[in-house]
Structure formats: C-alpha cells, structure tokens
T-cell receptor
C-alpha cells in the first residue's frame, strides 16, 4: 500500500533555530512529491514539487530535497510567521493527478 | 485570480439532515478533487473529476455520499442522511490539465450533531 509518513508530528523551535522536517514514502514509480503549507482555518497552500532524487527547490527560508525514499524540508533561521502545518504528498501511481498526503508536521516558532 | 471558492465555510446540522457542499474551481482547470480532513486520518481523497467526468470515487465512504460536476465551473458534494461521524473539514481542489499541483479552497467545516 502506498504510504506517506511525516515526522515529527510537532516541532517547536526558537526564532532563528534551523531544523528539518522529514517525509518518507513508499510508492512505486514516484511521479512527483509535493510540499504544502497549511495555516489554521485555511486550505493547503502549494510550496514545491520535486520529481527526481537529488533535486532541490528553495523559497525564502525553506529548502526541499528528495532522495529515493524520503524528502526533507529544511527551515533556515525560521521566523514566527513560518509557524504552520507542513504537509507532504505524493502523486498516486497511474492517477490523473490525485495526491496521497501525510498527516503533517505542526511547526511552532517562538520569538 | 479568485482561487478555488467553497461554500458554506461552516455548516452545522442535525443527524439525518441532508448537507450540500459547493465548489467553484479555478477557471481553466480541468480536474477537480474533493478531500476530507480529520485529525485522525489527515487528508483523504473522496472523489475526483477530469473534464467534468468522475474518474475515481473509491474514496467515497458510503452510498450516503454523492458528488456531481454539472459543468466546468461548479461541483457539489452531498451527504444524505448525515451522521455525526461525517463531521470534518471538506476541501475542494482543482488543477490544470496535465496534473498537479492541486490548488485548494479554504474548506467547509461540517459539524453533525
């Protein structure tokens, strides 16, 4: 069964304290791995797509990387406004676009 | 861009009542998805449409759930009769032809008492 597992479930950081979130996946023939940010009361907001091992994408303080079994979302010198739940998803094999989501990592950044 | 628009934002109803959730996808997007989010199970796909045609409804939990997409700019998700275990946040998402990423609306929080 295709699965996406994120860790940790929750992460508390001090402002400026860099860290990484993990997303491990078991899916045959990965067609794409996606990172989303979700704020309370809002829908998930797209951040990155990664397609192949070794690929990296960056946006402000966030950098996403991909290996054959997992992806990392690195957060450098986070600020309180980075507090949110970060979701990882993979495209289901043979699908026309539907995504399988992990349960997310809830990040809190304290000033 | 208006983004994906869902209504209502909140719905509180009593067990046994019919509930209809509505979605307007982003103009020009060919695929539409309905997801349900709960603390226990996270985001789960219920059904998705491609060019207004249902492609995969294997995630629809029971016959009490039905979804329609009468045209490219409108979709509904109906629950009849509703039950307390249906309480969740329901999201609609759309994507252009060719696949992800999906663009999500802000959801409908459904509470069934």
């Amino acid at each position: 069964e295709d699965q996406v597992t994120q860790s940790p479930e929750a992460l508390r950081l001090q402002e400026g304290e860099s860290s990484s979130l993990n997303c491990s996946y078991t899916v045959s023939g990965l067609r794409g791995l996606f990172w989303y940010r979700q704020d309370p009361g809002k829908g998930p907001e797209f951040l990155f797509t990664l397609y192949s091992a070794g690929e990296e994408k960056e946006k402000e303080r966030l950098k996403a990387t991909l290996t054959k079994k997992e992806s990392f979302l690195h957060i450098t010198a986070p600020k309180p406004e980075d507090s949110a739940t970060y979701l990882c998803a993979v495209q289901a094999p043979g699908s026309q676009g539907n995504l399988i989501f992990g349960k997310g990592t809830k990040l809190s950044v304290k000033p | 861009d208006a983004g994906v628009i869902q209504s209502p934002r909140h719905e509180v109803t009593e067990m046994g009542q019919e509930v209809t959730l509505r979605c307007k996808p982003i103009s020009g997007h060919n695929s539409l998805f309905w997801y349900r989010q709960t603390m226990m199970r996270g985001l789960e796909l219920l059904i998705y449409f491609n060019n207004n045609v249902p492609i995969d409804d294997s995630g629809m939990p029971e016959d009490r759930f039905s979804a329609k997409m009468p045209n490219a700019s409108f979709s509904t998700l109906k629950i009849q009769p509703s039950e307390p275990r249906d309480s969740a946040v329901y999201f609609c998402a759309s994507s252009p032809s060719g696949g992800p990423p999906l663009h999500f609306g802000n959801g409908t929080r459904l509470t069934v008492t």
